[in-house]
């Protein structure tokens, strides 16, 4: 049901079959199987141990020497049964249902409204008319008072209208085409496309005794879309075609910040650190930002000092002067201060605006890799909540001894509600990067795992963990003590 209202104004007024709205509601209750089978465990289990308390049966079962944990392996083998049905149906059927959803949500998302002409109200949804009619009878066909619009209404132009009195709708069974058959009426046409337009304005006027106008209502259709356009999505991958995802991912993002490192490396290392350096683009820069050679300079304010056959260039601090070039030198007589300046911020802009690039790129790519491995370890910790629900319900139901749907579902719900909370917790947490993926999808079965054990140890035990009288008959003793 929340699927319909969620989705309502997409499967309304379209004219869709009963067919196609029920496969799509079909597809979308399988996508909520991870969320109601933890549930339907949890209540099954707290309901079937509860009743058996309730009505002493765990007590005649306990008296003839057998113990609640064995009087829980029949139960507990289905439900190990349903966790590995869980798993299938996580990495096999949810992704195929939601391939299929979320290709016909595309395609009914995409279709236009069916045809449904209202009185004196243009209808605009098939492109190149606008269509208005003063009456329709109730036959749906025997239309009156007709305007109709062609070709450039939506761009504001009345260059070509029919005008009818009265006339006759009709569909064909395919529902394809639309022939309306006017009669007395008027066509006015400008001639837009003629050359001398704009000095004669040329048009063309008919009046008509009968007129068909055949109209392609193709476009109106519904049509399937290649369900293979939507298989990249990380909701409609099994855990082969996510576990090869994140590893191309994993390899895109160490490529990225290697060129990154790659190209920064000639602006802050010496030749002699990036010799090993392949990439002739890499190479090339740096020859040219290193194409002196360097040598020490005595002075604590002197940076250091790049040289070569035919140049001699003190690089200095920007307090201090540059020490006059050499009469000899040809090169650095053409370099001014101002050169060396703009040449440092242009290096400076660059690496910056490459680090930045990178640095978005590699971010979109990892929160795009966290969903994938968010998917893929959802697909095991279906299967693990459905024994750990298990464990927590069969020894809770055993011990608050009440079946039914009362108690049992408040007490399910309320439990289910702080596992659901915990996931969606830890999945946002691995979503933002904060954590790593086995910290955060795992932490509601971390949680609730030494909850689990705490309950079957105190229902093995008989323990009145609920019950308020063995409450009230503790506190004398503490006082007393």
Avoid at 25 to 52: D, E, K, R, T, W
Avoid at 164 to 174: F, L, N, P, V, W
Avoid at 314 to 335: G, Q, R, Y
Wanted: aromatic content about 12%; overall charge positive; some cysteine.
């Amino acid at each position: 049901m929340q699927t319909v209202w969620k989705y309502l104004e997409d499967l309304v007024g379209k004219g869709l079959e009963l067919s196609v709205i029920f496969e799509f509601i079909f597809y979308f209750a399988i996508h909520l199987i991870p969320m109601a089978l933890p549930l339907a465990i949890l209540l099954s289990s707290i309901m079937v141990f509860g009743n058996l308390a309730e009505r002493y049966e765990l007590v005649a079962i306990k008296s003839a020497g057998v113990s609640l944990l064995r009087a829980m392996r029949p139960m507990f083998i289905i439900s190990l049964l349903l966790a590995i049905g869980a798993f299938y149906t996580a990495n096999n059927l949810i992704p195929k249902a939601n391939l299929s959803w979320g290709a016909l949500l595309y395609d009914v998302t995409q279709k236009k409204p069916a045809m449904n002409i209202i009185d004196n109200v243009f209808f605009k949804d098939i492109e190149g008319y606008a269509i208005r009619v003063g009456k329709k009878h109730e036959d749906n066909q025997t239309i009156e008072d007709v305007i109709i619009y062609v070709d450039d209404f939506r761009n504001g132009g009345n260059n070509n209208i029919l005008i009818a009195k009265r006339g006759k709708m009709t569909i064909s069974d395919d529902k394809q085409f639309m022939t309306l058959n006017l009669e007395d009426g008027k066509r006015y046409q400008e001639l837009v496309n003629d050359p001398s337009y704009r000095a004669r304005m040329p048009h063309n006027t008919m009046s008509f005794a009968s007129y068909n106008l055949t109209i392609d209502l193709s476009e109106l259709a519904f049509n399937r879309t290649d369900k293979e356009r939507f298989s990249e999505d990380h909701r409609m991958m099994n855990i082969t075609e996510l576990k090869k995802r994140i590893d191309s991912l994993d390899r895109y993002i160490v490529k990225k910040q290697d060129g990154l490192y790659r190209y920064l490396a000639p602006y802050f290392f010496q030749a002699s650190d990036t010799i090993a350096i392949k990439d002739t683009g890499v190479q090339k820069r740096l020859d040219y930002l290193l194409a002196y050679k360097k040598k020490e300079i005595e002075g604590p304010k002197r940076v250091n000092s790049i040289s070569d056959e035919t140049t001699n260039l003190d690089i200095i601090e920007p307090n201090l002067k540059l020490k006059p070039f050499k009469k000899n030198s040809t090169l650095v007589e053409t370099i001014k201060r101002e050169d060396i300046i703009d040449k440092a911020l242009q290096n400076v802009n660059n690496a910056k605006r490459i680090s930045l690039n990178n640095i978005d790129d590699t971010t979109i790519q990892r929160k795009l890799r966290a969903k994938y491995q968010v998917e893929w370890h959802r697909k095991f910790t279906l299967a693990l909540s459905c024994i750990l629900l298990f464990f927590i319900g069969a020894p809770l139901g055993a011990i608050i001894k009440k079946g039914g749907f009362g108690l049992p579902l408040v007490v399910s719900l309320l439990l289910f509600i702080l596992y659901y909370v915990i996931s969606i917790f830890g999945e946002k947490l691995v979503k933002q990067g904060a954590w790593e993926p086995l910290e955060g999808m795992w932490l509601s079965s971390f949680l609730l795992f030494p909850l689990a054990i705490f309950l079957t140890y105190k229902a093995s035990r008989d323990s009145q963990l609920f019950n308020p009288e063995s409450y009230k008959k503790l506190i004398p003793k503490l006082f007393r003590q």
